[in-house]
């Protein structure tokens, strides 16, 4: 990130949001919402002196994922580029009573501009690159894990801000009461192949998992329980890390968590099933860890008809071919990277991120594009100018001409045939698609089958 900041050819708009698309390859146009900070990032200093004084403390369910605290003034997380903070105009009581204004009178710099608008800019660029990720899916929705019922039954994103340094307790694992957990369980698969929640796999949690039984067994000594269905170790020196963690003497039930109950002493019992043993087995423990399922971002909607993205059923972002194609999309000049297309574990999402990136190298590099010739062709003759093939085309390929007929950009055209099949008057004919072309095919094979 430090690096990308730095780079003379790498322009960061943090704070910022796309609103709109249009052109194709080689040739889009982005307008981009630069959202007022009410901080000048060209004079801030990133001192922090604001946000030690701002009196206003909010629970942090951003970065913190609820464990710890900011203020009204802050910076959104500890290696934030640009070292900027930002004024939550929500919280801040300047602009919601009218009060306070000691981030402006005590920043050494002068960076406090309350009066500060959002900018809206417009980018000209050749290629555009998806990397939007993923969203934690709220557990609260089988409440059978009980989570929300007790503090100590955390995820595993609130177990990583508590075994972080920089987290609430300094990276200390402690229960809400304070204190070293004596008993763990982690409880795999919470959301993820149950067809109650999300039927996929969510892929990295059993490793994150194991990498949090390690962390609880080293720094705290604590007995922990790891209700697992089966263990997909599947990445390089994945299998040996597992073996590593059954040494370290964390006990693996393989079986379903199936549920948690709050005790009336504080206690959480994990009743789950050993399918080794064929029994059904109850653990109370201090700490329960839910490894929840990973699903696409609350906007997938809106971001997937912005970029004219398809997704998969699940809701991913969907590639243009899964084995062949995994970082293009059916827009051409627009690429998929990370867990935005599906779930995927650090080495993987960079992995995924390179080949996108080439993508885009490759594409330049050529200094012209190579489109398809299977695209759609507009008879003036017969269009009537309904607009029907407009509001057809998923691609936003077509657009009536100063005749007020249909005409076909070629370029964002990608032959799906679906303007032709709607053109009430046949006008519209798919290159090498055409209906003669289909109908000899099957005259073609309707003959060698009556052979
Ligand atoms: C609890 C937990 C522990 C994990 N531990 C490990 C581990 O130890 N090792 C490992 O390899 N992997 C681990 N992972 C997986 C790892 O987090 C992912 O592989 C990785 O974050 C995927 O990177 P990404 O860039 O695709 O998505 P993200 O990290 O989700 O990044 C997407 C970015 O896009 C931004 N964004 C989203 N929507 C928009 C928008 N509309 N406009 C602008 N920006 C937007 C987001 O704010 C975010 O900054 C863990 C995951 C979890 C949940």
């Given at each position: ?17 796309v609103e709109d698309v ?7 146009t982005v307008r981009v919402r ?86 809206i800019l417009e980018l ?328």
């Amino acid at each position: 990130m430090m690096d990308a900041g730095r780079h003379p050819n790498i322009t960061l708009l943090t704070y910022s949001e796309v609103e709109d698309v249009s052109g194709y390859i080689g040739n889009f146009t982005v307008r981009v919402r630069k959202k007022a900070r009410s901080v000048r990032e060209e004079v801030c200093t990133g001192c922090g002196i604001c946000q030690e004084k701002c009196p206003v403390k909010v629970v942090d369910t951003g970065f913190e994922a609820g464990m710890g605290k900011r203020k009204a003034i802050y910076r959104p997380f500890a290696q934030a580029i640009p070292n900027v903070p930002v004024i939550d105009r929500e919280n801040c009581l300047w602009f919601t009573k009218g009060r306070c204004r000691a981030c402006e009178k005590l920043c050494p710099a002068g960076a406090i501009d309350y009066e500060q608008q959002d900018q809206i800019l417009e980018l000209k660029v050749g290629a555009i690159v998806v990397a939007t990720g993923f969203a934690m899916w709220d557990p609260r929705k089988l409440p059978q894990y009980s989570y929300g019922l007790s503090p100590n039954i955390i995820t595993g994103l609130q177990f990583e801000r508590l075994t972080s340094a920089g987290g609430p307790t300094g990276g200390e694992i402690l229960t809400a009461e304070g204190k070293k957990p004596e008993r763990v369980a982690i409880i795999h698969c919470v959301g993820s192949r149950d067809v109650n929640a999300h039927p996929y796999c969510s892929r990295i949690c059993c490793m994150y998992s194991l990498k949090h039984a390690h962390q609880v067994r080293e720094k705290t000594g604590a007995e922990v329980y790891e209700f697992y269905m089966d263990m997909r170790a599947f990445g390089k020196a994945y299998e040996e890390f597992y073996e590593r963690v059954q040494e370290d003497g964390v006990i693996f039930v393989r079986g379903r968590g199936a549920e948690v109950e709050v005790l009336p002493n504080g206690k959480l019992r994990v009743k789950g099933e050993d399918a080794n043993l064929g029994r059904l087995v109850f653990v109370d423990v201090d700490m329960v860890i839910l490894a929840t399922a990973i699903e696409p971002q609350p906007d997938a909607d809106r971001v997937a008809a912005l970029f004219r993205l398809g997704r998969t059923p699940d809701g991913w972002f969907a590639e243009a071919h899964p084995k062949l194609r995994p970082v293009e999309t059916a827009t051409a000049g627009i690429f998929l990277a990370g867990a935005c297309q599906g779930p995927r574990d650090i080495p993987d999402t960079v992995a995924h991120a390179e080949a996108a990136a080439m993508e885009v190298v490759k594409l330049f590099n050529l200094g012209e594009v190579v489109i398809s010739p299977t695209v759609a062709v507009v008879n003036e003759a017969a269009c009537v100018g309904c607009g029907e093939c407009i509001l057809a085309c998923p691609y936003s390929a077509i657009a009536r001409n100063i005749r007020g007929k249909a005409e076909v950009n070629p370029a964002l055209c990608q032959g799906c045939g679906t303007c032709a099949a709607t053109c009430p008057s046949h006008a519209i004919t798919a290159l090498h698609f055409t209906d003669q072309e289909i109908v000899a095919q099957i005259d073609g094979l309707l003959e060698r089958a009556m052979l």
